[in-house]
């Protein structure tokens, strides 16, 4: 799996979750703070980072 595959993957995913939070909790999104888009943002780079690893090695044999 080449590199931007894995990118692609990715940034789908995060697409997909983030649209079923928006579907979930629309009004918690509509009154969002900062300080929870900051903690959105470092929950996107741990997962991300997380699933990364993950494909990372399963794809490295």
Known sequence: ???LKMF???I????????H????RPQA???RTSA???MEALLATWTTR???THL???FAW
């Open 29 to 31: 999104l509509r009154c």
């Open 1 to 3: 799996m080449s590199s």
């Open 8 to 10: 692609l993957f990715v």
């Open 50 to 52: 997380v699933v990364c």
């Open 36 to 38: 929870s888009l900051t």
């Open 56 to 58: 990372t090695r399963r």
């Open 12 to 19: 789908r995913y995060i697409s997909l979750v983030a649209h």
């Open 21 to 24: 939070i928006s579907r979930w």
